[in-house]
């Protein structure tokens, strides 16, 4: 269901707008809760009925907690924080964010905080969409009214583009439409096969039930409660078949898409075709336009053979009962090196890792990673790793190569609960195949590694795949560095930022750019992970999105978006505004203006 154009101009707040006409001088600054440009009650009102009742004005989560909050009960405090693990309180929720310290903490879940509870980096209000109808009055409200805008769908967010203050958010949550495609034909015949079309609440373990359902094979998130239509999709988006079926970004034929007039349109190889490719691997903010459901391509079933390997060195770090050996220090590195040096041949034959280097505190560390492998038989994975065994028994970490277990099922229903609030902040580097070709560039990258997680304490996740979309090119906007690299990997600082003072936080700061830029200057070529990438990350335009294409993706902003409706940090053309926190630490606690004003 699409906004009535008669309802749209009854209500000049929602009504469409026009890209074509030129804009005059806007305001430095996006409205602001307090100021005589924030809507009145009544505006608020009459848009909850043009959304049929569908508008929220909700308070944290946290403020149960907070002893100095007109909400607190300590009693439904104490059954929130036994509720965080194991259930879908903090997914369901139309404010909360995973990452806590994005937002600014501004409001903890804790039953020991005596922090006071504020809105902070939430959104004011938020649009509950079950329909487009929903989504284009939020947009042309926001719009129309020089209110920050933003979207959000389960919190799954390391960008802080699911908060801001003062904000409209549109909770894709409750788009869950999933309609199977037998005999979908694009319309520009590039395409004849199966499909589904997905709506943009969807996640991860929601297409794996389609999947068993139809007995299909989607390309999906790795992590079961993350949105499969969202961020993942417009960013990029790997998991366990990346090197089989390619990206999120390579599996879209056709998106539906509320742009920033508020029109509802299609986009596919033939209709809005710029956008059609800005979408795909660049679409993440948004920066474009809202989608709202995707057709995108299904395959036949996979079957998946795993493998899990682990070594661990002392002196302090008790690995119990685990049959993994325990090695000294050189000896774990020089394992570490070896298994990664032999790791472009996972992606090329059509795997998937994802690998962690641990830092346990003493001088112990911890190396584990489970590969994944669609498609071949236990002995087929056997031979292709007995290589690598052999490898890392020369360097003196001696695991035996054992046949795998049979095959199981890539598609089994997952369930979709558990998700706890984070902390952590990511780096993320794609290092590319050429790094491969040189043992003296590829030893200096390792040194690099061994520096962050030695000297810097932090964790590398290192995650081998070969990113190229089942049967060519898939003539989209995802970044060159996808395609050239071997292995996506980040360098993961799990301080506890949301606590640390402005001091501290920028000292924290510091530190992670200084590690991270030593790790990037040794993979020279590479990009980096939207997604899982550095809000601060330099030279983010080049890294994210790849300066050839940047320019191009200008236009297509430029051409659609001339408000600047959407916006979130590193989006495409993010670079014209900024968020203003009062002590300079990295949060959307702040206001939203214009760079310079």
Same mark, same amino acid.
Request: hydrophobic share 40%; proline share 6%.
């Given at each position: 269901?699409?906004?009535?154009?008669? =309802? $749209?101009?009854?209500?000049?707040? %929602?009504?469409?707008?026009?890209?074509?006409?030129?804009?005059?001088?806007? *305001?430095?600054?996006?409205?602001? *809760?307090?100021?005589?440009?924030?809507?009145? &009650?009544?505006?608020?009102?009459?848009?909850?009925?043009?959304?049929?009742?569908? @508008?929220?004005?909700?308070?944290?989560?946290?403020?149960?907690?907070?002893?100095?909050?007109?909400? #607190?009960?300590?009693?439904?405090?104490?059954?929130?924080?036994?509720?965080?693990?194991?259930?879908?309180?903090?997914?369901?929720?139309?404010?909360?964010?995973?990452?806590?310290?994005?937002?600014? /903490?501004?409001?903890?879940?804790?039953?020991?905080?005596?922090?006071?509870?504020?809105?902070?980096?939430?959104?004011? #209000?938020?649009?509950?969409?079950?329909?487009?109808?929903?989504?284009?009055?939020?947009?042309?409200?926001?719009?129309?009214?020089? %209110?920050?805008? %933003?979207?959000?769908?389960?919190?799954?967010?390391?960008?802080?583009?699911?908060?801001?203050?003062?904000?409209?958010?549109?909770?894709?949550?409750?788009?869950?439409?999933?309609?199977?495609? !037998?005999?979908?034909?694009?319309?520009?015949?590039?395409?004849?096969?199966?499909?589904?079309?997905?709506? $943009?609440?969807? &996640?991860?373990?929601?297409?794996?039930? %389609?999947?068993?359902?139809?007995?299909?094979?989607?390309?999906?998130?790795?992590?079961?409660?993350?949105?499969?239509?969202?961020?993942?999709?417009?960013?990029?988006?790997?998991?366990?078949?990346?090197?089989?079926?390619?990206?999120?970004?390579?599996?879209?034929?056709?998106?539906?898409?509320?742009?920033?007039?508020?029109?509802?349109?299609?986009?596919? !190889?033939?209709?809005?075709?710029?956008?059609?490719?800005?979408?795909?691997?660049?679409?993440?903010?948004?920066?474009?336009?809202?989608?709202?459901?995707?057709?995108?391509?299904?395959?036949?079933?996979?079957?998946?053979?795993?493998?899990?390997?682990?070594?661990?060195?002392?002196?302090?770090? /008790?690995?119990?009962?685990?049959?993994?050996?325990?090695?000294?220090? +050189?000896?774990?590195?020089?394992?570490?090196?070896?298994?990664?040096?032999?790791?472009?041949?996972?992606?090329?034959?059509?795997?998937?890792?994802?690998?962690?280097?641990?830092?346990?505190?003493?001088?112990?560390?911890?190396?584990?990673?489970? @590969?994944?492998?669609?498609?071949?038989?236990?002995?087929?994975?056997?031979?292709?790793?007995? *290589? @690598?065994?052999?490898?890392?028994?020369?360097?003196?970490?001696?695991?035996?190569?054992?046949?795998?277990?049979?095959?199981?099922?890539?598609?089994?229903?997952?369930?979709?609960?558990?998700?706890?609030?984070?902390?952590?902040?990511?780096?993320?580097?794609?290092?590319?195949?050429?790094?491969?070709?040189?043992?003296?560039?590829?030893?200096?990258?390792?040194?690099?590694?061994?520096?962050?997680?030695?000297?810097?304490?932090?964790?590398?996740?290192?995650?081998?795949?070969?990113?190229?979309?089942?049967?060519?090119? $898939?003539?989209?906007?995802?970044?060159?560095?996808?395609?050239?690299?071997?292995?996506? !990997?980040?360098?993961?600082?799990?301080?506890?930022?949301?606590?640390?003072?402005? &001091?501290?936080?920028?000292?924290?700061?510091?530190?992670?750019?200084?590690?991270?830029?030593?790790?990037?200057?040794?993979?020279?070529?590479?990009? $980096?992970?939207?997604? =899982?990438? /550095?809000?601060?990350?330099?030279?983010?335009?080049?890294?994210?999105?790849?300066?050839?294409?940047?320019?191009?993706?200008?236009?297509?902003?430029?051409?659609?978006?001339?408000?600047?409706?959407?916006?979130?940090?590193?989006?495409?053309?993010? &670079?014209?505004?900024?968020?203003?926190? +009062?002590?300079?630490?990295?949060?959307?606690?702040?206001?939203?203006?214009?760079?310079?004003?």
């Amino acid at each position: 269901m699409q906004l009535d154009p008669a =309802e $749209a101009l009854s209500f000049p707040s %929602i009504a469409f707008g026009n890209a074509t006409i030129p804009i005059p001088q806007q *305001p430095s600054c996006k409205s602001y *809760p307090g100021e005589p440009t924030w809507p009145s &009650e009544a505006d608020w009102s009459r848009l909850n009925t043009t959304l049929n009742g569908r @508008l929220l004005k909700p308070q944290p989560l946290g403020a149960v907690c907070a002893p100095s909050h007109p909400a #607190y009960n300590s009693n439904r405090c104490n059954t929130l924080v036994r509720s965080l693990s194991g259930t879908r309180t903090l997914l369901d929720d139309p404010l909360n964010v995973l990452t806590v310290y994005l937002e600014g /903490d501004t409001c903890p879940i804790s039953t020991s905080s005596r922090k006071p509870c504020t809105q902070g980096g939430f959104p004011v #209000y938020v649009v509950n969409a079950s329909t487009v109808a929903h989504v284009q009055a939020a947009v042309n409200f926001a719009r129309n009214r020089n %209110i920050r805008l %933003i979207v959000k769908n389960t919190g799954h967010d390391f960008g802080g583009r699911s908060a801001g203050a003062g904000a409209l958010s549109i909770w894709t949550h409750h788009l869950k439409s999933a309609t199977y495609l !037998a005999n979908y034909t694009a319309d520009s015949s590039l395409y004849t096969g199966k499909a589904v079309h997905l709506g $943009a609440g969807l &996640e991860a373990w929601e297409l794996s039930d %389609i999947m068993v359902d139809h007995r299909i094979s989607l390309a999906a998130p790795g992590w079961a409660t993350v949105g499969a239509v969202g961020g993942w999709m417009l960013g990029g988006g790997h998991g366990h078949v990346t090197s089989t079926l390619g990206l999120g970004a390579d599996q879209p034929l056709s998106l539906n898409v509320v742009t920033a007039d508020g029109r509802f349109v299609t986009a596919d !190889a033939t209709h809005n075709a710029d956008l059609f490719w800005a979408l795909r691997g660049s679409g993440v903010g948004p920066a474009f336009g809202v989608v709202t459901s995707a057709v995108v391509r299904a395959y036949e079933p996979l079957s998946l053979v795993r493998v899990s390997l682990q070594w661990l060195t002392g002196p302090s770090y /008790d690995p119990g009962n685990s049959p993994s050996p325990v090695v000294n220090r +050189e000896t774990f590195w020089r394992g570490v090196s070896a298994y990664y040096r032999f790791g472009i041949a996972v992606g090329d034959a059509g795997g998937v890792d994802f690998g962690y280097i641990r830092n346990r505190g003493n001088g112990s560390f911890s190396f584990d990673t489970g @590969l994944t492998f669609p498609n071949k038989s236990p002995r087929e994975v056997f031979n292709l790793l007995a *290589p @690598l065994y052999a490898n890392l028994q020369s360097a003196g970490v001696n695991i035996a190569n054992r046949l795998p277990a049979a095959s199981s099922p890539y598609a089994t229903r997952r369930g979709g609960t558990g998700a706890s609030l984070g902390n952590a902040r990511y780096s993320s580097r794609l290092w590319p195949r050429a790094l491969w070709a040189s043992d003296e560039g590829f030893a200096a990258a390792m040194a690099a590694v061994r520096s962050s997680v030695e000297d810097g304490g932090y964790t590398f996740h290192g995650l081998l795949m070969a990113a190229r979309p089942l049967g060519g090119d $898939a003539a989209d906007s995802v970044s060159p560095g996808w395609r050239a690299a071997a292995m996506h !990997a980040s360098m993961q600082d799990d301080t506890a930022l949301a606590d640390l003072s402005p &001091e501290a936080w920028r000292a924290a700061n510091e530190r992670v750019l200084r590690y991270s830029a030593a790790i990037r200057a040794a993979t020279p070529g590479g990009g $980096a992970y939207i997604n =899982e990438g /550095d809000s601060l990350e330099p030279g983010w335009q080049d890294n994210f999105y790849g300066l050839g294409s940047y320019a191009r993706l200008l236009r297509v902003k430029a051409a659609l978006d001339p408000w600047d409706v959407f916006w979130a940090p590193t989006a495409v053309g993010s &670079e014209g505004w900024e968020v203003r926190t +009062e002590d300079g630490t990295l949060t959307q606690n702040g206001r939203l203006c214009r760079v310079g004003s």
